[in-house]
């Protein structure tokens, strides 16, 4: 019979405790951040509707400069290309960020780890 896979973070927690410190904090402190679910999004930044309704989505707007950020409301989205966008959503995020992507002009893909 198959062992049940435990999702583990880097530092062997299950994700279910508060973040650990690890050392001694007034020299250097290692803290564990939550998991991330991260979203590979393309669309055509010249069509205006479709990026409307992107950044609705999203709540965010775009970076439509190379090598921008922005952030708002746990929501990350970082510029990759003219056309493409790694946006960062806690896990519990995901799922409904991508349902309300779903049928526009654009991509849309889980590329989590």
Do not use: Y
């Amino acid at each position: 019979m198959a062992e049940a896979l435990i999702a583990r973070t880097p530092l062997g927690g299950d994700g279910s405790a508060s973040l650990r410190t690890h050392g001694d904090s007034t020299i250097v402190t290692l803290r564990e951040a939550p998991a991330a679910a991260m979203i590979d999004l393309r669309l055509n930044p010249a069509d205006a509707a479709e990026l409307g309704a992107v950044q609705s989505a999203l709540s965010l707007a775009l970076p439509l400069t190379p090598g921008k950020s922005a952030a708002a409301a746990e929501r990350v989205a970082l510029w990759c290309g003219p056309d493409q966008w790694l946006i960062v959503v806690p896990p519990a995020h995901a799922a409904p960020l991508m349902l309300a992507l779903a049928g526009g002009a654009g991509f849309a893909g889980d590329v989590s780890d």
